[in-house]
Structure formats: structure tokens, C-alpha cells
């Protein structure tokens, strides 16, 4: 049987249970791929760091390019833009089948990464990308690729859901949560990535490129991210029959792509309102599958090691069978733009939920619907409770909107802040799936 040579990059959280994997099940790999794989080293940045007992010492080198240079087969595991950018794009420029799980380096410079891999006969594997275990990349570009895709919307970030689902169950800190994901192995090496809403971002942009078939970057995704979110936040949505999800948001309109991720109130009987902790579930729709979802452990180094494998073993298939990965156009992905242009989210139609404290007194009520009105923005339910000021007889108001544009909701809530009877906007959300 033949033997292919591996360089794994990078030995943290995913790195280390993929080299358990290729160590530990060799003989299923090779049955399964059709070819040995031999893990010829572990690129880290410091070989005396203390490593599963699995790896042994001699695999390590911080000779990154060198390992590189030798292999047939390379799993960037590092991370963020540099070096792992340069690292994958020296192995594709050599031919070499590539299996990554950064979307922080494709969503900036997945384009080039995919002409690359065409140009030189490599391949480019990303499923671990995005949703982590979830097979939701090769669904959208081969199961799908008969179909027009018009609208993807999911729980993309396991940490934030952690967060946000450990504060809506327990009434846990919010830094208290954030340090359970980051030992859990789910948060990114730089936690703000996950926390305001980068992670999510890169994710909805590759999720675009393949829905869509254009190149999507980070920056043409609206993104917000949840260091905003209070516990009151939490408790007034569980009032109201909501949970507040991390939401990334991409849709199909007449001409673009509106690209969107922020905390979003959800009811808790839609499906998305059942994803717990680290769990990720993605809904596509299509104009002829219709509505599907994709669920699963999105974070995580054992079930993102998974989707590195089958990255990985898919590609060694196609070696063995003699399908150069040239000859691979289908698989690789094509990035060619429709002329669909990214759209600012001015352009969405949403709903808000408001929370405000006003003056209770005559009157104020009918203010602030008349500026509702003015906008053209329709209420859906208003309800009005005691505020705790006693002695400014303040009222607590939380207002939940039919669905509007972007632009008159933002008028809305800015021409809100303006009267003299609202003494505080406490929160504006965004509501789906109501
Ligand atoms: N942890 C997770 O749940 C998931 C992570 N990913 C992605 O997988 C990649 C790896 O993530 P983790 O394993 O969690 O990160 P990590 O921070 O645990 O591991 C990164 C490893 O790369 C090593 N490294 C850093 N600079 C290096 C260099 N110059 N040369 C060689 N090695 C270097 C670090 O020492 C560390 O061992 C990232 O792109 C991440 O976004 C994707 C899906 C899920
Ligand atoms: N930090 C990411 C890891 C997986 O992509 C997350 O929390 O989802
Ligand atoms: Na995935």
C-alpha cells in the first residue's frame, strides 16, 4: 500500500486530537483512504512545551517550512492570518492537499487560497471551518450545487452560545462562562474573536462564498457581537418567551447579499431555541429543497478533529484512485462572482425588540407610537411595567415590531432618544423567527 507523508501544524486544542487520530486509528485511515498516512512531524512553537502523551517528542520541530517542504498532505491547525497564511500557500503552491480549520485566514484571503489550489493541482479542505463536526460546507457546495440557496441563518459560535446559554439557564457571569469555554477547548486563542462576533463573521462570509458563489470577506458581514448583553437582557427575553442567540445571518436579496451577525431574540420554541452550549445548527434554504438544518458540535478540539479528518481521508480517496486533485475542479471550490454584490444591513427587513425607560404619566404612550407611526413602523406588542424609580414614577416599556426596514427601525429607536419623556433606552434587539 502506498504511504503518504502528513505535516500537522500547530498541536493545541484540534492539532493534538488530530495527530491521537492518525496515531491511534492508522489502520482504519489507511483502510478507509486507501493509502497510509504517516505523520512525519508536528510543527509547534515551542517543542519543550508538556504535549499528550500520544505525541512523541521527536515528531516536533518548529521548522515549519521545512516540514512543509516534505509533505504530501498538511493540516494548518495554528491559526489566525500569519504564519498560517503563508504556511498554507507555500503547500498548495507545491500541489499539496491542504486540510485547514482557520476561517479567519479564508474569510480574508480565501479567494487567492482557492485559485491557488487550482492553479498548482492542490486541494483545499475546510469543512472544520465552519460549524466544527458539522458536515455543512460539502452539503452546501456539492449536495446543494443543483439548487439556488437564498437564505442561511445559524448558531455558528459555540463559545457565545456557551455563554449565552449558561446565562439564560443558570444566571452564570458572563467572565465566569467565558473561562469554562476557554478551558473547554472552544473559545479562539484570542477570546474576543468569539465574543464580538469575528468568529461568527468569518464563518457567515465563507458560508456566503459557497452559498452564493462570490468572494465574501470579513468585512462585508455587519457584525455585533454579545459583550453587551446583561443578565436583565436575558431575564426581560425569558419573560417574554425568547432566548437571545448569537445569529449569523446571510440572505439572498434582489441584488446582493446581506451579511449579518448579532444577538438576536429567537422564541424558545423555535428549533434554533434548543441549541445548548457549545452546539451549533445551521438552517439553509434553498428555492427547491426548501428549509433544511444542519446540528451538531460545533467547537471543540475531538469533534472539529473529526471534520479535519474526513477532510482529509475524502482527499487521500481521490489521490488513490488516481483523481489529481487538478483534474478535481468540482471539488475545489469556485469562487466566481454572480455580481452579487455584500449589502449593508440598511438593506435587511428585521423586527426590533425595544426596552425603555420612560415617565409615567398621560400621554407618553401616544408619543412614542406616533414616532413608530411617522417611520411607518408597525407594533406587534407592547407591554408596560412598574420601574424600580419609585419616586420619578418611571415605567419600564418593551415593544416588539413588526417586521420593517433596517433604516426606519434605526430612525425609530434614534428619534426615540430624543424625547424628553424616555429617560433610557435599555436595550435594542433584534428579533427573528417570530
Ligand atoms: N477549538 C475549536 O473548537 C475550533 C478551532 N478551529 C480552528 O482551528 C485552529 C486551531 O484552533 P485551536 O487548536 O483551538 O487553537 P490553539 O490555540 O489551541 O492551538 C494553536 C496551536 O498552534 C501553535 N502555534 C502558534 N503559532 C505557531 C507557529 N508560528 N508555528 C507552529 N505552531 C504554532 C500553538 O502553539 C498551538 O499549539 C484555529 O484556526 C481555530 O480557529 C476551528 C473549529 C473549532
Ligand atoms: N471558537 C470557535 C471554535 C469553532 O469554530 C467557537 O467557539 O465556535
Ligand atoms: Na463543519
Not at 515549519?64 to 498538511?74: G, H, R
Request: net charge negative.
Amino acid at each position: 500500500m502506498n504511504t503518504l507523508k502528513v505535516a500537522l501544524l500547530g498541536a493545541g486544542n484540534v492539532g493534538s486530537e488530530v495527530a491521537r487520530i492518525l496515531i491511534e486509528d492508522s489502520e482504519v485511515l489507511a483502510a478507509r483512504a486507501g493509502s497510509k498516512l504517516e505523520l512525519i512531524g508536528i510543527a509547534v512553537r515551542d517543542t519543550a512545551t508538556k504535549r499528550g502523551q500520544h505525541i512523541a517528542p521527536e515528531l516536533l520541530t518548529t521548522e515549519a517550512e521545512a516540514l512543509v517542504d516534505q509533505a504530501d498532505l498538511v493540516i494548518e491547525l495554528i491559526g489566525g492570518i500569519e504564519p498560517a497564511g503563508s504556511l498554507v500557500a507555500r503547500a498548495l503552491k507545491r500541489g499539496s492537499v491542504v486540510v485547514t480549520g482557520n476561517k479567519a485566514l479564508l474569510a480574508e484571503r480565501g479567494a487567492e487560497l482557492f485559485q491557488l489550489a487550482r492553479e498548482n493541482g492542490g486541494h483545499l479542505g475546510f469543512e472544520a471551518a465552519v460549524a466544527g463536526a458539522i458536515p455543512i460546507l460539502r452539503p452546501i457546495n456539492e449536495s446543494l450545487s443543483g439548487d439556488r440557496i437564498t437564505k442561511v441563518m445559524g448558531i455558528v459560535n459555540g463559545t457565545t452560545n456557551f455563554i449565552l446559554d449558561a446565562m439564560d439557564t443558570t444566571g452564570a457571569d458572563f467572565a465566569d462562562v467565558l473561562k469554562q469555554a476557554q478551558d473547554l477547548g472552544y473559545a479562539e486563542a484570542d477570546p474576543t474573536a468569539d465574543i464580538e462576533g469575528f468568529d461568527a463573521a468569518a464563518k457567515a462570509a465563507i458560508l456566503s462564498m459557497l452559498s452564493f458563489h462570490a468572494d465574501f470577506r470579513l468585512g462585508d458581514v455587519y457584525r455585533e457581537g454579545i459583550t453587551s448583553i446583561t443578565a436583565d437582557d436575558v431575564d426581560a427575553a425569558k419573560e417574554a418567551g425568547f432566548v437571545i442567540k448569537l445569529l449569523a445571518i446571510a440572505e439572498r436579496l434582489e441584488d446582493g447579499v446581506a451579511m449579518r451577525v448579532h444577538p438576536t431574540l429567537i422564541p424558545r420554541v423555535h428549533p434554533l431555541g434548543a441549541v445548548h452550549g457549545a452546539f451549533n445548527a445551521v438552517f439553509v434554504e434553498a428555492d427547491n429543497a426548501g428549509e433544511l438544518m444542519f446540528y451538531g458540535q460545533g467547537a471543540g478540539g475531538r469533534p472539529t478533529a473529526s471534520a479535519v479528518m474526513g477532510d482529509l481521508v475524502s482527499a487521500v480517496r481521490r489521490l488513490t484512485r488516481g483523481v489529481g486533485a487538478a483534474k478535481d475542479a468540482d471539488e475545489v471550490v469556485e469562487v466566481r462572482s454572480l455580481d452579487l454584490k455584500p449589502l449593508g444591513i440598511e438593506h435587511v427587513m428585521t423586527s426590533y425588540c425595544i426596552g425603555l425607560t420612560v415617565t409615567d404619566r398621560p400621554g407618553v404612550l401616544s408619543r412614542i407610537a406616533a414616532i413608530f407611526a411617522e417611520n411607518g413602523v408597525s407594533i406587534e406588542q407592547m407591554r408596560q411595567s412598574r420601574g424600580n424609580d419609585e419616586e420619578n414614577q418611571a415605567s419600564v416599556l418593551r415593544i416588539i415590531t413588526h417586521r420593517g426596514s433596517e433604516q426606519a427601525l434605526a430612525q425609530t429607536v434614534a428619534s426615540i432618544r430624543e424625547l424628553d419623556v424616555v429617560s433610557r433606552v435599555n436595550s435594542v434587539l433584534r428579533v427573528e423567527g417570530n
